[in-house]
């Protein structure tokens, strides 16, 4: 079974920029969570989405979107780049419904670096 | 709102000896905790849970829990910890809002010694 796919791998933007990051679920599941890992922050929640509708939302500006297509898979994407959005971006999927007990399983990630 | 604590920010220990990694946890009922690792440049493995029962939870690559609701602790074990064990590791509590988020607390990035 393969696991959660997250394109492009590393990228680099520059300050104004805008990027799209996508993410392919584990195959079945339907919740989709992306966050942003720094240094300094550690892991920050971004959003979720499960079945095309964000359920939830992280403390980030509205540059910061995202959204979910009917096949499950997910888009971020950051408009307007500052230096700080760079990051590691971890998508994880999750096979449970909400509230669940569920484990999430996470991608490689999708590393931007913003110069 | 619930939270996770990792106190320290490495861990050092030598090749064959036991890796303890801690986690304090804060939470309104009752928690689902996890343990994930994190190697470079990679994203983050699942080693272990706990939701209910078993106050010692094993997961993988030799890996366990221990729950200590007293305590509110978590801290992850492993009894002879190898120079691979060497990564950054998370524990997270999920966030009761009804949805699957993750609370992570800061890792702890291990370093074995040969």
């Known amino acids: 079974k393969a696991g959660v796919t997250q394109t492009p791998r590393y990228l680099i933007k520059t300050r104004g920029q805008q990027v799209t990051l996508s993410c392919s679920p584990i195959s079945g599941h339907r919740s989709v969570s992306w966050y942003q890992q720094t240094p300094g922050q550690g892991l920050q929640f971004l959003f979720e989405y499960f079945s095309e509708t964000q359920r939830n939302k992280g403390n980030f500006p509205g540059r910061f979107s995202g959204r979910q297509f009917s096949n499950s898979r997910s888009e971020m994407n950051v408009s307007t780049l500052e230096l700080g959005d760079s990051a590691l971006y971890l998508c994880a999927s999750s096979g449970r419904d909400r509230g669940s007990s569920g484990e999430l399983f996470f991608g490689e990630g999708s590393r931007l670096t913003v110069l | 709102a619930q939270s996770v604590a990792q106190p320290e920010d490495q861990v050092n220990v030598a090749e064959g000896n036991p890796l303890t990694v801690k986690c304090t946890y804060s939470?309104?009922?009752?928690?689902?905790l996890f343990w994930y690792v994190q190697y470079p440049n990679r994203g983050l493995q699942f080693l272990l849970k706990?939701?209910?029962?078993?106050?010692l939870v094993k997961g993988s690559y030799g890996f366990e829990a221990e729950f200590n609701k007293s305590q509110t602790s978590f801290h992850l074990k492993k009894p002879s910890a190898l120079v691979s064990d060497s990564a950054l590791y998370f524990c997270a509590v999920r966030v009761l809002d009804g949805n699957n988020r993750l609370a992570f607390g800061k890792g702890n990035q291990v370093v074995v010694i040969p």
């Open positions: 939470v309104s009922g009752n928690p689902y």
């Open positions: 706990y939701i209910t029962g078993d106050n």
